[in-house]
Nanobody, 125 residues
């Protein structure tokens, strides 16, 4: 089994920054992609960013330049981060990390079988 635990959410003013963390534990994979998704009230869950086991990164167009996904490359460290800058009220959502046990990344939630519980990000105007 895989466990994903997000942290780092909170309340921030517009223009501020937050860094989310996703700690993965349990079963390991030789190739994978770890993605961040978000879901605002009344909206579908949407792709934010992903990082592959190779280190390659991908972003939704609306996040490019503001959000940065990265990972802790130290041995036995399985943590992925999402640095969010220049936050806007429309970034308010529950942010989830998810793991895909395949080498390629995906925009689609159904391609990720493992999910964390989510962390709330609220951006005030």
């Amino acid at each position: 089994q895989v466990q994903l635990v997000e942290s780092g959410g909170g309340l921030v003013q517009a223009g501020g920054s937050l860094r989310l963390s996703c700690a993965a534990s349990g079963r390991t994979f030789s190739s994978y992609a770890l993605g961040w998704f978000r879901q605002a009230p009344g909206k579908e869950r949407e792709f934010v960013a992903a990082i592959r086991w190779s280190g390659a990164t991908y972003y939704a167009d609306s996040m490019k330049g503001r959000f940065t996904i990265s990972r802790d490359n130290a041995k036995n460290k399985n943590t992925v981060y999402l640095q969010m800058n220049s936050l806007k009220p429309e970034d308010t959502a529950v942010y989830y990390c998810a793991l895909r046990d395949r080498p390629g990344y995906s925009f689609y939630t159904y391609d990720y079988p493992y999910w964390g519980q989510g962390t709330q990000v609220t951006v005030s105007s």
